[in-house]
T-cell receptor, first 113, second 112 residues
Framework: GAGVSQSPRYKVTKRGQDVALRCDPI?????LYWYRQALGQGPEFLTY????????KSGLPNDRFSAERPEGSISTLTIQRTEQRDSAMYRC???????????FGPGTRLLVL | DQQVKQNSPSLSVQEGRISILNCDYT??????FLWYKKYPAEGPTFLIS???IKDKNEDGRFTVFLNKSAKHLSLHIVPSQPGDSAVYFC???????????WGAGTKLIIKP
C-alpha cells in the first residue's frame, strides 16, 4: 500500500516568503507528526495531531510556524516570513495510533535564500 | 543538551561480520527505545524496538540490547550484508509518550 507522501520534495524560497509543506499520511492512520531535521542530526519533534486535533505543538520554534490537519488526514505545515535558519529537511510521519510505530515520508528539503 | 547520543558518526564493517551500533541516553525516564534505518533520499524506516522491561530483543539478524544501569543500548547486525549500509538512528521515548527523542545517527558502511 501507499506510504506517507510529502510535497514538494524540494523547495527553494527567498527570505521573507511564506511556504506550505504538505503531508499525506498512510490511510487510516490517526496520528500525524511533523519533525525538522538539520544536516547531521536526528529528527526534532515539531508538532503532533490525533485526527484533526493538534495535541501538542510544543516543538514549533516560534509563531511563524503553524500546522493544521482540518479533516484528520492531509496536514500542512506553514512557515511564514521564512528566514535562512529555517532551512532544513522537514519530515512527516504517521502512525495507526499515538503509541504505534511511526512511518516516515521522504521529507521536504527547504532552502531559504 | 542531547538526551540521546550516538557518538560514532560512521562505522565500517566487513560483509559477513558483526556490526555493533551504540547509543547512550541521559534521561532515566526513557522506557522505550527504537532503531530506525535510513537510506539516502528516503525517510527513516522502523527496524526494531525494546521496552525497558527487557534487556534484549531479537528479530532475525537484528538484536537490540539494553543496559539500563549504564543507560546504554546497542544494535547488533549478524551477519552484516551490503544492503545494511545506511544511516541508523536511535530514538527514545518516556512513559508511553509519543514524542521520540533522536540521536544524530551512525552511518554504517558494509564493505564487500
Amino acid at each position: 500500500g501507499a506510504g506517507v507522501s510529502q510535497s514538494p520534495r524540494y523547495k527553494v524560497t527567498k527570505r521573507g516568503q511564506d511556504v506550505a509543506l504538505r503531508c499525506d499520511p498512510i490511510s487510516g492512520h490517526v496520528s500525524l507528526y511533523w519533525y525538522r531535521q538539520a544536516l547531521g542530526q536526528g529528527p526534532e519533534f515539531l508538532t503532533y495531531f490525533n485526527y484533526e486535533a493538534q495535541q501538542d505543538k510544543s516543538g514549533l520554534p516560534n509563531d511563524r510556524f503553524s500546522a493544521e490537519r482540518p479533516e484528520g488526514s492531509i496536514s500542512t505545515l506553514t512557515i511564514q516570513r521564512t528566514e535562512q535558519r529555517d532551512s532544513a529537511m522537514y519530515r512527516c510521519a504517521s502512525s495507526l495510533t499515538g503509541l504505534e510505530t511511526q512511518y516516515f515520508g521522504p521529507g521536504t528539503r527547504l532552502l531559504v535564500l | 543538551d542531547q538526551q540521546v547520543k550516538q557518538n560514532s558518526p560512521s562505522l565500517s564493517v566487513q560483509e559477513g561480520r558483526i556490526s555493533i551500533l551504540n547509543c547512550d541516553y541521559t534521561n532515566s525516564m526513557f522506557d522505550y527505545f527504537l532503531w530506525y534505518k535510513k537510506y539516502p533520499a528516503e525517510g527513516p524506516t522502523f527496524l526494531i524496538s525494546i521496552s525497558s522491561i527487557k534487556d534484549k530483543n531479537e528479530d532475525g539478524r537484528f538484536t537490540v540490547f539494553l543496559n539500563k544501569s549504564a543507560k546504554h543500548l546497542s544494535l547488533h547486525i549478524v551477519p552484516s550484508q551490503p544492503g545494511d549500509s545506511a544511516v541508523y538512528f536511535c530514538a527514545a521515548s518516556a512513559a508511553s509518550n509519543y514524542q521520540l527523542i533522536w540521536g544524530a545517527g551512525t552511518k554504517l558502511i558494509i564493505k564487500p
